[in-house]
Antibody, heavy 116, light 112 residues
Framework: EFQVVESGGALVQSGGSLRLSCAAS????????MNWVRQAPGKGLEWIAH????????HYADSVKGRFTISRDNVKNSLYLQMDSLRTEDTAVYYC?????????WGPGALVTVSS | EIVMTQTPLSSPVTLGQPASISCRSS???????????LSWLQQRPGQPPRLIIY???NRFSGVPDRFSGSGAGTDFTLKISRVEADDVGIYYC?????????FGQGTKVEIK
């Protein structure tokens, strides 16, 4: 069965940095595009980044553009999210999500808490 | 950015009765390839979201047939024919026709 699992969530101070990882298994990783979606406590879903089949197919939400960087390693079957200049409003559960036109596999999420 | 608007935001339903959720997009979701990339996600309490419907009306693997999706252009509907206790949670519509991907605010389905 295919699955994705996030790691790296932590408590970090405002202005700090953090790197999330997502390990994929059970499917041919380089045949799928991947995303990061976040959910602030008690709030709805917010898509924040997409990595397509090449580095030319990267997209970001305006809320994280210039601060967050998505990357992937197809040899390690892994997706990453480098988060810099973190703000308190970045506090959320971050989900690694498979899919281009439908998000068909979600990880359990990694909690990132940004303190002031 | 395409804005997705769901109604209602809360839907108390009696077990065994139907439920319906509407989702409207601020512009047509028809992609240049002819497909409409509107999907529905279910998020049960304490769990990550899961895909239940994709491309308006296609049930994802393992999703019971009491769930159905319909619509076109900018107006879409998710229907649950007979609500079961397992259906409690928040339902989101999502568009993947263009970037940024956007979600509706979510509709909470609960049992009366």
């Amino acid at each position: 069965e295919f699955q994705v699992v996030e790691s790296g969530g932590a408590l970090v101070q405002s202005g700090g940095s953090l790197r999330l990882s997502c390990a994929a298994s059970g499917f041919i990783f380089d045949m799928y595009t991947m995303n990061w979606v976040r959910q602030a406590p008690g709030k709805g879903l917010e898509w924040i980044a997409h990595f397509g089949f090449s580095s030319n197919a990267i997209h970001y939400a305006d809320s994280v553009k210039g601060r967050f960087t998505i990357s992937r390693d197809n040899v390690k079957n892994s997706l990453y999210l480098q988060m810099d200049s973190l703000r308190t409003e970045d506090t959320a559960v971050y989900y690694c999500v498979r899919g281009l036109t439908a998000f068909d596999s979600w990880g359990p999420g990694a909690l990132v808490t940004v303190s002031s | 950015e395409i804005v997705m608007t769901q109604t209602p935001l809360s839907s108390p339903v009696t077990l065994g009765q139907p439920a319906s959720i509407s989702c409207r997009s601020s512009q047509s979701l028809v992609h240049s390839d002819g497909n409409t990339y509107l999907s529905w996600l279910q998020q049960r309490p304490g769990q990550p979201p899961r895909l239940i419907i994709y491309k308006i009306s296609n049930r994802f693997s393992g999703v019971p047939d009491r769930f159905s999706g319909s619509g076109a252009g900018t107006d879409f509907t998710l229907k649950i024919s007979r609500v079961e206790a397992d259906d409690v949670g928040i339902y989101y519509c999502m568009q993947a026709t263009e970037f940024p991907r956007t979600f509706g605010q979510g509709t909470k389905v609960e049992i009366k």
